[in-house]
């Protein structure tokens, strides 16, 4: 069983930066497609990034490419994303995920273990 556990969730101003950390235990790191989904009450889960195991390819949501950056520390078993120029529309609690599958999803039902959350604040 894997086990997630989030940090790095806070406040920022717009136009500024954040770092999210995961950290991994309960399977062996390099063979888990790791990710970030976010969530506002009301609204469904939406995908951010995710990075496949195999191969390090990085996928990310249209609305955060070009800002956001995921990567990995295979020897602390952690997962990153580095948000930079924060937008009040990034505001949400941020959700580490992890699966087995040798390539990223866009839907959050294809993976099985997720962090506890931590919420991401932007103001304006």
């Known amino acids: 069983q894997v086990q997630l556990v989030q940090s790095g969730g806070g406040l920022v101003q717009a136009g500024g930066s954040r770092r999210l950390s995961c950290v991994a235990s309960?399977?062996?790191?390099?063979?888990?497609?790791m990710g970030w989904f976010r969530q506002t009450p009301g609204k469904e889960r939406e995908f951010v990034a995710a990075?496949?195991?195999?191969?390090?390819?990085?996928d990310y949501a249209y609305s955060v490419k070009g800002r956001f950056t995921i990567s990995r520390d295979n020897m602390r078993a952690t997962l990153y994303l580095q948000m930079d120029n924060l937008k009040p529309e990034d505001t949400a609690v941020y959700y580490c995920?992890?699966?087995?599958?040798?390539?990223?999803?866009?839907?959050?039902?294809?993976?099985?273990?997720w962090g506890q959350g931590t919420q991401v604040t932007v103001s304006s």
């Open positions: 995920v992890a699966s087995v599958d040798t390539f990223a999803d866009f839907a959050p039902t294809r993976y099985p273990w």
């Open positions: 309960g399977h062996t790191f390099t063979r888990l497609t």
């Open positions: 990075m496949a195991w195999p191969n390090g390819r990085e």
